[in-house]
């Protein structure tokens, strides 16, 4: 039996997520006012984030939320709290490209799903097997894959 494809879109600002909403997306990403390489965006501060949360969850729908940057030292300070607040403000799922980010949320945060962002360009069978045995629960393959490619991932994985 196939899954239900999940249309997502992106969501610059809360005007732009609640039409995504209400015109079929079954889930929206959007970007935080920190640790996002959505910056053409208007990204979302904490309390927006919440109200985005609320909105989507009264539809039955989701807000997954990137936390994609490369991350440096210097950016590690203040991403726990943040993490934290995100969680708490409702989001439904994290799209990250950091290993050490990953596992923290899964240790930190059990119920949040983690997705790993295309940013991670993971292309390959053996990629996606380890993402799983970190208990990822979707990967974003890399944009120059083709469809043969893909395809052959499915086929040799059992990971969304």
């Known amino acids: 039996m196939k899954k239900k494809i999940e249309l997502l ?22 970007g935080g006012q920190s640790y996002s390489l959505r910056a053409n965006a208007t990204n979302f501060s904490i309390d927006q984030i919440k109200e985005a949360c609320s909105f989507a969850h009264n539809l039955g729908k989701k807000v997954y939320q990137t936390v994609n940057i490369v991350f440096h030292n210097e950016d590690i300070d203040g991403v726990y709290d943040y993490l934290k607040e995100s969680v708490n403000a409702g989001i439904d799922a994290f799209i990250v490209s950091d290993p050490f980010i990953i596992s923290y949320i899964k240790k930190n945060f059990p119920n949040v799903e983690v997705h790993v962002s295309t940013q991670n360009s993971t292309t390959n069978v053996d990629t996606v097997k380890y993402f799983k045995n970190e208990g990822v629960d979707r990967v974003v393959l890399a944009r120059e894959l083709s469809l043969s490619e893909i395809e052959e991932i499915i086929e040799n994985t059992d990971k969304e």
């Not at 879109?9 to 959007?30: C, F, M, N, T």
């Open 9 to 30: 879109s992106p969501a610059g600002d809360l005007e732009r997520l609640k039409i995504a909403l209400l015109y079929g997306a079954d889930a929206v990403y959007i």
